[in-house]
């Protein structure tokens, strides 16, 4: 390992793509865990009605997905989207922002790397965002 | 200071009482899928989210003080003493490292502590390998994921017990692979009052072992830290600090992809993943607080402990014999 002494002291600069990276990070984590403590206010609060009713749960989260699932007519991939007002499903779309973090980071470093023609680095970030687009896609169901 | 050492004490007494009185018979009884509904059904539905919450933020603390992922926690002790199917343990597994990650990323990526280039190309085949892991997990019967879980979470234990780690590892060549990507950096090492110029080796080896790493994370729910931090710093040659960091970082991003999986199949139940991702990530503020109050390497032991009886339990309930 190359260590080297340096009388810089702390001020190091931080990498433009990683410095932009870790803004976006920061505000879209930000405003995923609010939303998700205020969907989940809602839905435990009843104010809004949900898809599957509180009291059913410890019948249904011992059986798999599938069958929970089934049992009320929620659809794999997207479909759930349908009941979006319902309350469970507004609190799934916020866990599921939670997810989408990652990608929007991608995006914003992307230009970075193409404005500085690094084409290895613009492959990787392409190829990440087409994987994490495939994975989000819900074409990849397992039946 | 005392007054914190008595909150510990406290704590520690309490989730101890919880452990015994509330989650172990409850493992005991959800045996079948039958006994586990009786279990479930037999108290009120909202003392499930609450006991989660409170057995979360303590599990949080632990992670903090032991310095493992939650993650790596959450899913064998869930599944062995709470009567949710492994499907949701799993999806909300995914969903506690993946908020955690999220919430530290920005802080570790501004002070140049985990490194972005040396992150991406690893989080690249940890994704793909994520992915295929997840879709294996999610097609599998339980017992069998059970009966695999055990069996990672012993490795996992022997990982822990075995594995040393250096602080400032020798690099001998800087590889290919490497050179191009423009994968070293600098970060300011405190205890040294000095900058620190890092760079890796072995590129090749880490990614092959991080597509292990990410099929496993994703078959299983795991947060992957466990053995990030081991590839970065004993493979790739990566400083420590910016082992840990980076490993927690790379989580973001690994742990998205199978959680895309468990989200669209309908795995992630708020009512369980969000009291786990809340009380989690409290624990963990509250777990950093304490850790200049106890000694790591007794939490580290009584980690080591638990996870062995979570593993050999799950492997147990897998062949149907508790």
């Avoid at chain 1, 810089?8 to 609010?34: C, H, M």
């Avoid at chain 2, 999806?91 to 570790?108: E, H, N």
């Avoid at chain 2, 090749?204 to 078959?219: P, Y």
């Amino acid at each position: 390992m190359e260590k080297t002494a340096s009388s810089t002291g702390q001020n190091i600069e931080t990498p433009i793509d990683q410095k932009k990276y870790a803004t976006v990070l920061k505000w879209s984590a930000r405003f995923g865990l609010f939303s998700i403590l205020l969907t989940f206010f809602i839905y435990l609060s009843g104010l809004i009605s949900p898809v599957i009713p509180l009291d059913k749960l410890p019948r249904l989260w011992v059986k798999n997905s599938a069958l929970l699932n089934e049992s009320f007519g929620i659809s794999t991939g997207w479909g759930w989207m349908n009941l979006i007002f319902k309350s469970d499903m507004m609190a799934k779309a916020a866990l599921t922002f939670l997810a989408f973090v990652p990608i929007l980071c991608y995006l914003t470093v992307l230009p970075i790397y193409i404005k500085k023609k690094e084409f290895a680095m613009i492959f990787i970030v392409i190829l990440e965002i087409s994987i994490l687009a495939l994975a989000a896609s819900g074409f990849l169901k397992v039946e | 200071m005392n007054s914190s050492k008595n909150l510990v004490l406290f704590f520690s007494f309490f989730m101890f009482l919880f452990f015994v009185f509330f989650l172990v018979p409850h493992a005991f009884a959800a045996k079948d899928i039958i006994l586990a509904e009786e279990t479930s059904v037999g108290i009120p539905w909202w003392i499930w989210p609450l006991s989660l919450f409170v057995f979360c933020f303590g599990l949080g603390i632990v992670a903090v003080l032991a310095g493992v992922g939650g993650g790596v926690l959450f899913v064998p002790i869930l599944g062995t003493f709470f009567p949710f199917h492994m499907d949701f343990v799993r999806g909300a597994g995914l969903m506690v490292a993946l908020a955690g990650s999220l919430s530290a990323g920005p802080g570790l990526l501004m002070r140049n502590l985990a490194s972005l280039r040396l992150c991406m190309p690893m989080a690249l085949i940890a994704s793909i390998s994520s992915i295929m892991g997840a879709m294996v997990g999610l097609a599998l019967p339980q017992n069998i994921v059970r009966i695999a879980l055990g069996l990672v979470i012993l490795a996992i234990c022997f990982v822990l017990l075995t594995s040393k780690r250096s602080e400032f590892p020798e690099i001998t060549k800087r590889d290919k692979i490497a050179q191009i990507l423009g994968i070293h950096g600098i970060y300011y090492e405190i205890t040294q009052r000095k900058n620190i110029n890092w760079q890796i080796q072995n590129s090749h080896i880490g990614l092959l072992l991080f597509f292990l790493v990410g099929f496993i994370a994703g078959m299983f729910g795991l947060g992957a830290g466990w053995a990030n931090v081991a590839v970065f710093n004993l493979v790739l040659g990566a400083p420590l600090k910016i082992s840990v960091a980076s490993s927690n970082f790379l989580l973001s991003i690994t742990d998205t992809s199978a959680a895309w999986i468990y989200l669209n199949n309908g795995a992630v139940l708020p009512i369980i993943a969000v009291p786990s991702v809340v009380g989690m990530m409290l624990g963990s503020q509250v777990g950093v607080r304490l850790l200049a109050l106890t000694k790591p390497r007794i939490v580290r032991w009584l980690v080591i402990i638990l996870l062995s009886v979570s593993g050999l339990m799950s492997i147990l309930k897998g062949f149907a014999i508790i």
